[in-house]
C-alpha cells in the first residue's frame, strides 16, 4: 500500500508568514494528490486536488506543486484562519482502491 | 447545495456491531461517478479512511479492517450504511462521510463520536 509521509509534524509560524507543508509518497503517484484543512471540531475542507488544482472558494495564498512522489502545499501569507491541521491524500489507485491520508501537520501561531 | 449527515449511536459496547448511517441531499447515488465514502478519526489522530460505495455498487474497503466493514446503500432513500462488528475501544473515534468525486471528498458530514466502552 502506498504510504504518505507528511513533514513536518507541526510548525509554529506568524501571520503574514510564508510556510510549505511537504508529503513524500512511498512510490510514484503521479499527480493524484489532495490537500485537507481541518479546523479543530471540523471536517476537513478540500483546498488542492490534482496536486495543484486550487479548489473552488480558497483563497489564492493557498498553492501546491510537485508530482511524483514529492508535493508541497504552499500559504504564500498566513491570515489567523489559517491556523489548522493540514492532511494530504493519494488517490493512484482509483478508482479501484482509494485512499491513504498522510498523518497531518499541525500549523500553529508563533 | 450538497449535504451529507451521519447518525448512529454514540456508545457501542465492546464485540457489539455499529450501523452507522449517511444521509446526503444534493446529489443522487444513481448517477454516474457520484461516490460516497467513510473516514474515521481517532481523538487527537489523523484521518483513516474506512470504505467507498459507488453509483453502480461496486464497494471498497480498508485491507485492514475489511472483514469487519460492510457498506451499502438506499439510493430511493438517499442514504449510505456502513456496519463495524466486533467494536473495540480503539475504535473510538469520530466517523465521517464525503461525497467522493474523481478530485476529491469535496463534501463532508459534519461527523457523529462513537465511543466503545462497556
Known amino acids: 500500500a502506498i504510504q504518505l509521509t507528511q513533514s513536518p509534524s507541526s510548525l509554529s509560524a506568524s501571520v503574514g508568514d510564508r510556510v510549505s507543508i511537504t508529503c513524500r509518497a512511498s512510490?510514484?503517484?503521479?499527480?493524484?494528490l489532495a490537500w485537507y484543512q481541518q479546523k479543530p471540531g471540523k471536517p476537513p475542507k478540500l483546498l488542492i486536488y490534482?496536486?495543484?488544482t486550487l479548489e473552488g472558494g480558497v483563497p489564492s495564498r493557498f498553492s501546491g506543486s510537485g508530482s511524483g512522489t514529492d508535493f508541497t502545499l504552499t500559504i504564500s501569507s498566513l491570515q489567523p484562519e489559517d491556523f489548522a491541521t493540514y492532511y494530504c491524500?493519494?488517490?493512484?489507485?482509483?478508482?479501484?482502491?482509494?485512499?491513504?491520508f498522510g498523518q497531518g501537520t499541525k500549523l500553529e501561531i508563533k | 447545495q450538497v449535504s451529507l449527515k451521519e447518525s448512529g449511536p454514540a456508545l457501542v459496547k465492546p464485540t457489539q456491531t455499529l450501523t452507522l448511517t449517511c444521509a446526503f441531499s444534493?446529489?443522487?447515488?444513481?448517477?454516474?461517478?457520484?461516490?460516497v465514502s467513510w473516514i474515521r478519526q481517532p481523538p487527537g489522530k489523523a484521518l483513516e479512511w474506512l470504505a467507498r460505495?459507488?453509483?453502480?455498487?461496486?464497494?471498497f474497503y480498508s485491507t485492514s479492517l475489511k472483514t469487519r466493514l460492510t457498506i451499502s446503500k438506499d439510493t430511493s432513500k438517499n442514504q449510505v450504511v456502513l456496519t463495524m462488528t466486533n467494536m473495540d475501544p480503539v475504535d473510538t473515534a469520530t466517523y465521517y462521510c464525503?461525497?467522493?468525486?474523481?478530485?476529491?471528498?469535496?463534501?463532508w458530514g459534519q461527523g457523529t463520536m462513537v465511543t466503545v466502552s462497556s
Open positions: 464525503a461525497r467522493t468525486l474523481i478530485k476529491g471528498y469535496d463534501v
Open positions: 444534493g446529489f443522487s447515488l444513481n448517477t454516474g461517478g457520484m461516490r
Open positions: 460505495i459507488d453509483w453502480d455498487d461496486d464497494k
Open positions: 512510490q510514484a503517484i503521479r499527480s493524484a
Open positions: 490534482d496536486a495543484s
Open positions: 491524500q493519494q488517490f493512484a489507485d482509483y478508482p479501484q482502491v482509494w485512499s491513504t
